[in-house]
């Protein structure tokens, strides 16, 4: 009895020296989750991004998937939308944006989109050809920085944050997801598309994708960096997100599209919605603070805990 006692004292210990409280900002402005040598790839394909033909047709077909999707989830949380521009009024943060792909056709829907993208190759290729429609020249506008630079600024500013075909590109996809979290307004909604982290997901995304059928360029994607649902959710419900729906999505090579699947061992889309209730400071204050007695309590009877508290 007294070892178990004595174990659980030191529990509570190392939670008081490593407690964090809630409503302190976990990121820092000195952490990035951008990879640069994923960066170098992207600076070389930036002038490919609107070549339907192209490594980034995938992308354009995706768009028959991706856009409606988003569009179906976001029109339930809007009572009254106007015909032709069902988005009018949200403001919507595309993280990775590359040229522009999602952003625009987003933007088109009536939500006013802030596309953001590491790579200054990519945004010059968005601000191009956003240029040739004056309605998307009003509604979107395109940022060269990563996610972590605008957290702060932006915080719970977004309707709904997109990360599509992003999460596996990222060096640090906990402090990522984390971010996203913090620019989305309580009730806003996280879209995620990305790829599984399964044996067959190497093969057929690596393997045959890259280096047999060249479907995209070697070395674009790496395949410790995918991540499956069940660790994606894992993460987005520790930062206060809840998952509504995961579904998964299939790519014909042969044909070009792309389409639904209740499959999710390759590539799958998820929904998340922020918490509209937010933990009060003072509940956690009020548990460290009675474990703090506690242990001032045991620390009279238990000479080591008390030298413990000491340091």
């Not at 509209?276 to 238990?302: D, G, I, W, Y």
Request: glycine share 6%; proline share 5%; hydrophobic share 35%.
């Amino acid at each position: 009895m007294w070892f178990k006692s004595y174990r659980m004292t030191f529990s509570y210990l190392n939670r008081i020296k490593n407690f964090r409280y809630p409503w302190v900002k976990l990121y820092s402005t000195s952490q990035t989750t951008v990879d640069s040598a994923e960066v170098k790839t992207f600076v070389a394909l930036a002038h490919k991004w609107w070549d339907e033909q192209g490594v980034y047709g995938p992308l354009h077909s995706m768009n028959d998937l991706r856009v409606p999707f988003i569009r179906d989830h976001l029109l339930k949380t809007i009572p009254n939308h106007q015909p032709g521009k069902p988005l009018s009024g949200m403001k919507i943060l595309d993280v990775g944006c590359g040229g522009g792909l999602l952003t625009e056709p987003l933007g088109r829907l009536g939500a006013s989109v802030i596309g953001i993208d590491p790579v200054d190759e990519n945004i010059k290729t968005a601000q191009c050809h956003k240029s040739f429609d004056p309605v998307l020249d009003k509604r979107i506008e395109y940022r060269v920085c990563s996610l972590e630079e605008i957290v702060e600024e932006t915080a719970e500013t977004f309707d709904a944050v997109v990360a599509s075909e992003v999460v596996e590109h990222v060096i640090d996809i906990e402090t990522f997801l984390q971010c996203c979290c913090q620019v989305l307004k309580p009730g806003g909604s996280l879209f995620i598309t990305t790829i599984n982290k399964t044996q067959l997901s190497y093969a057929l995304g690596i393997v045959f994708s890259e280096q047999i059928a060249g479907i995209v360029p070697k070395g674009t994607h790496t395949w410790e960096k995918f991540v499956s649902p069940e660790t994606l959710e894992s993460i987005l419900e520790s930062n206060g997100l809840s998952v509504q729906t995961v579904v998964g999505m299939l790519y014909n090579p042969f044909s070009g599209y792309w389409h639904w699947s209740e499959n999710t061992s390759l590539n799958y889309v998820a929904h998340a919605v922020k918490s509209r209730v937010q933990e009060h400071p003072m509940s956690a204050e009020f548990v460290l603070k009675r474990e703090t007695e506690e242990l001032q309590a045991t620390a009279c009877t238990n000479p080591a805990v008390h030298e413990e508290l000491k340091k």
